[in-house]
């Protein structure tokens, strides 16, 4: 099992910057990719970026390229999200996941409980 946390959101006016961490624990000796995911209400979760154990393949949204950087700390077991130029459309719960492969998609089979990131216009 492994205990994923995350932190760091908040509200920010467009154009403005904030960094998300997720923090793991628990059975986190074996090498295992991790993404960050997000969901506004009334639709479904979306895929933000993703980052391999080593972070030799990361994948980002469309959406988010060239705004936002995923990066992780495996000596610390927390994997961040540097988010630039925000847009109220980003405005979403931003939720970490982990896994054995890294994926695209939300079939990852460890997740947090998720962020808020308020984008205001």
């Known amino acids: 099992q492994v205990q994923l946390v995350e932190s760091g959101g908040g509200l920010v006016q467009a154009g403005g910057s904030l960094r998300l961490s997720c923090a793991a624990s628990?059975?986190?000796?074996?090498?295992?990719?991790m993404g960050w995911f997000r969901q506004a209400p009334g639709k479904e979760r979306e895929f933000v970026a993703a980052?391999?154990?080593?972070?030799?393949?990361?994948y980002y949204a469309e959406s988010v390229k060239g705004r936002f950087t995923i990066s992780r700390d495996n000596a610390k077991n927390t994997m961040y999200l540097q988010m630039n130029s925000l847009k109220p459309e980003d405005t979403a719960v931003y939720l970490c996941?982990?896994?054995?492969?890294?994926?695209?998609?939300?079939?990852?089979?460890?997740w947090g409980q998720g962020t808020q990131v308020t984008v205001s216009s």
């Open positions: 996941a982990a896994g054995s492969l890294i994926r695209t998609t939300p079939r990852y089979d460890y």
């Open positions: 980052i391999s154990w080593t972070g030799g393949t990361i």
């Open positions: 628990g059975r986190t000796s074996s090498p295992y990719a």
